[in-house]
Each structure stands twice: as structure tokens, then as C-alpha cells.
């Protein structure tokens, strides 16, 4: 078994060596052999930058590119806030990070703290009460608490926090919200 072993690694040794020795010109395909089109079609990828790349998600996603930094202590003592706390944001993948939620007199907000800059947070979400669906508690965890917003007519989506007064926040929350039209 061990002599079929060193039989076959010296051979493929032999054969990479080969390729590294080998002129890759003539290996090299040119525009002469290259074959045609998938199914007649020009080719559809490219490197160059597009405005096409914006709409589709990935880095240049609106939600990055209109990253709002604030000064949290100023926002907190605004006219129309309401109240803030002081919770943590659970993200899916299960990091935790410090954030306040903001409310004010139309909407709520999730300000996330900057650790480099600590007067300082970035705005991750702001909706109005009226797009809150659902804000749930778990039974074994009271203080994790659930946020369904509706973003579009289809489709929902959900934050949730950990939040040591829970009970007081909702119940605040949840006064803010407009009744049914």
C-alpha cells in the first residue's frame, strides 16, 4: 500500500512540476479558441461599478450608506423625546451591543453607541408607531423583548433587546401606538 502511495505521489509531483515549467502562453485561451456564448448571450458579468449594484442589497445598501451619526446625550434632551433606556440590542447571529431606545412624540428609535466615540451612536432603525406589528416577550425571559415592524405591505421585520425594565418600556410603548383606523 505504501509503495502504490509513493508510486502515485511522485508521479502527480512530476506532473505539477511539468505545469510550472510549462509556457503558460500557449495554454492561455484567446479570443481565436474561445467558445460561444452560453445560448447566444453576450456575457452578463462584469467588474465595472454599476448603478445596478446600488439597488441590489450588498455593501451599498441604503440602510449603510445613509449610516446617520449622533450625539446620543443631545438627542436624549431633545423637546419632543419622551423617554429613553438604556438596552441591548440582540442581533441575529447573537452579538450583543449597547444601544437606547428613543421615543419620541412619532417615533421610535434604536441608537446604537459608538465604542471609539462614547457621546456619540448611529441611528440603526427609526419607525413610526403605527409600523409596530407585534412586541413580544419570551416566558422564560421577560426582559427579551421582541420588535415586528412592518417595512413593506409583505414583509416584516424584527429586532429584539434586552431590556431591564421591560414591563415600563412596553407598556409605554405600547401607549404610543395609534389605535386600529
Given at each position: 500500500?505504501?509503495?502504490v502511495?509513493?508510486?502515485?505521489?511522485?508521479?502527480v509531483r512530476?506532473k505539477?512540476?511539468s505545469?510550472?515549467?510549462?509556457?503558460?502562453?500557449e495554454?492561455?485561451?484567446t479570443t481565436?479558441?474561445?467558445?460561444?456564448?452560453?445560448?447566444?448571450m453576450?456575457?452578463?458579468?462584469?467588474i465595472?461599478?454599476?448603478e445596478?449594484?446600488?439597488?441590489v442589497?450588498?455593501?451599498?445598501?441604503s440602510?449603510?450608506?445613509?449610516r446617520?451619526i449622533?450625539n446620543v446625550k443631545l438627542w436624549q434632551?431633545k423637546?419632543d423625546t419622551?423617554s429613553s433606556?438604556?438596552?441591548?440590542?440582540?442581533?441575529?447571529?447573537g452579538?450583543?451591543?449597547?444601544c437606547v431606545?428613543?421615543l419620541t412624540?412619532t417615533?421610535?428609535?434604536?441608537?446604537?453607541?459608538?465604542?471609539?466615540r462614547?457621546?456619540?451612536?448611529?441611528?440603526?432603525?427609526r419607525?413610526s408607531?403605527a409600523n409596530i406589528?407585534?412586541i413580544?416577550?419570551?416566558k422564560?425571559h421577560?426582559?427579551?423583548i421582541?420588535?415586528?415592524?412592518?417595512?413593506?405591505?409583505?414583509?416584516?421585520t424584527?429586532y429584539?433587546?434586552?431590556i431591564p425594565q421591560?414591563k415600563?418600556?412596553t407598556?409605554?410603548i405600547?401607549s404610543?401606538?395609534?389605535?386600529d383606523q
Open positions: 500500500m505504501s509503495s502511495m509513493k508510486v502515485t505521489s511522485s508521479s512530476n505539477l512540476g505545469l510550472w515549467t510549462e509556457d503558460l502562453s495554454r492561455h485561451v481565436a479558441t474561445k467558445s460561444k456564448p452560453y445560448r447566444g453576450e456575457n452578463v458579468f462584469s465595472a461599478d454599476d445596478e449594484d446600488e439597488l442589497g450588498g455593501a451599498s445598501s440602510e449603510e450608506s445613509e446617520e449622533i434632551s423637546a419622551i433606556h438604556s438596552v441591548e440590542e440582540i442581533t441575529p447571529d452579538k450583543m451591543f449597547t431606545l428613543l412624540d417615533h421610535l428609535y434604536n441608537i446604537r453607541h459608538l465604542p471609539d462614547p457621546p456619540m451612536g448611529v441611528i440603526k432603525f419607525y408607531y406589528a407585534r413580544t416577550a419570551k422564560k421577560p426582559d427579551v421582541t420588535f415586528k415592524f412592518i417595512k413593506s405591505e409583505t414583509e416584516l424584527a429584539r433587546f434586552l421591560s415600563v418600556v407598556a409605554q405600547t404610543l401606538i395609534p389605535p
